[in-house]
């Protein structure tokens, strides 16, 4: 499709057991955010994918909190041990360096339940 | 800490009126201003952005207003329609278009007919 894909797009779990969470960019765009939305609270950066470059980890909120984005594309989000505080809803974005704007284009999410 | 900051949760209008979206922040390295749309179970989308260079940016009936000063943006939609019902994320970066995003809590904006 033209957009961001993730999926799943819902995942409930029980406490203590890890999830992956997926995101497919839009082709050609080479920045891939992650960021989550917890119930009343804003979007809140995890992490940043640009390129070849190290990524910008500096949001994840703990070890448990991984990703990788494989051949500069699709990234997996990795939870281990997961949490009730992990619930929230993970957003995916990509964007295109060029573009003038600063344009970031989102996913629909994966709504985290963690039981 | 919140520098990114969107203290009022709500706002109402009556179509057809003004509606102001305000958003306040703390960092002064903070170099370029946007605002997405979010609808229930839609991943936001981009609205409008500004330049800390400019103090205004018009895009039909939005338009983003910049006082750096202040360090305060506000985003102005007229006339307001009951399309515009959604929630509003104020967002900033340090380095221009392109970087990394710091989102606030976003403004639940309702439109009546």
């Known amino acids: 499709g033209a957009g961001v894909s993730q999926s799943p797009s819902n995942k409930v779990t029980e406490k203590g057991k890890d999830v992956e969470l997926r995101c497919d960019p839009i082709?050609?765009?080479?920045?891939l955010y992650w960021y989550r939305q917890s119930l009343g609270q804003g979007l809140e950066f995890l992490i940043y994918?640009?390129?070849?470059?190290?990524?910008?980890k500096s949001g994840l909120p703990s070890d448990r909190f991984s990703a990788e984005r494989t051949g500069g594309s699709v990234s997996t989000l990795t939870i281990q041990r997961t949490q009730q505080e992990d619930s929230a809803v993970y957003l995916c974005?990509?964007?295109?360096?060029?573009?003038?704007?600063?344009?970031?284009?989102f996913g629909e999410g994966s709504r985290l339940t963690v039981l | 800490d919140q520098q990114v900051k969107q203290n009022s949760p709500s706002l109402s209008v009556q179509e057809g009126r003004i509606s102001i979206l305000n958003c306040d922040y703390t960092?002064?390295?903070?170099?370029?201003f946007l605002w997405y749309k979010k609808y229930p179970a839609e991943g936001p989308t981009f609205l409008i952005s500004?330049?800390?260079?400019?103090d205004k940016n018009e895009d039909g009936r939005f338009t983003v207003f910049l006082n750096k000063s202040a360090k305060h943006l506000s985003l102005h939609i007229v006339p307001s329609q009951p399309g515009d019902s959604a929630v509003y994320f104020c967002?900033?970066?340090?380095?221009?278009?392109?970087?990394?995003?710091?989102f606030g809590k976003g403004i639940t904006l309702s439109v009546r007919p």
């Open positions: 967002a900033a970066s340090v380095g221009g278009a392109n970087s990394k995003l710091t």
């Open positions: 974005a990509s964007s295109s360096v060029s573009g003038s704007t600063g344009e970031l284009f």
């Open positions: 500004i330049s800390s260079i400019k």
């Open positions: 960092n002064s390295m903070f170099d370029y």
């Open positions: 082709s050609g765009h080479t920045a």
């Open positions: 994918f640009q390129g070849n470059s190290a990524p910008d």
